[in-house]
């Protein structure tokens, strides 16, 4: 599954998957804050950072083409 996770935070929701065994092909996730970020940087080193929502083209991510 890909995912994106829109005001990601600490990545809870990539916790939930992992313990509802979902296998995640990628992880795309816009979040700003720092220490959020570092946070799940250090518990999902694949996850694919996008930063602020508000820069995110989502002509990228319609379709299912990323």
Request: proline share 3%.
């Amino acid at each position: 599954m890909k995912v994106l996770s829109l005001f990601d935070g600490i990545s809870c929701a990539r916790v939930a998957l992992e313990r509802m065994g979902v296998k995640v092909e990628a992880y795309y996730a816009s979040e700003i804050d720092k220490k959020a970020i570092d946070v799940s940087a250090r518990n999902w080193p694949g996850i694919i950072p996008l930063g602020d929502v508000k820069a995110i083209d989502g002509k990228k991510f319609r379709g299912g083409g990323v």
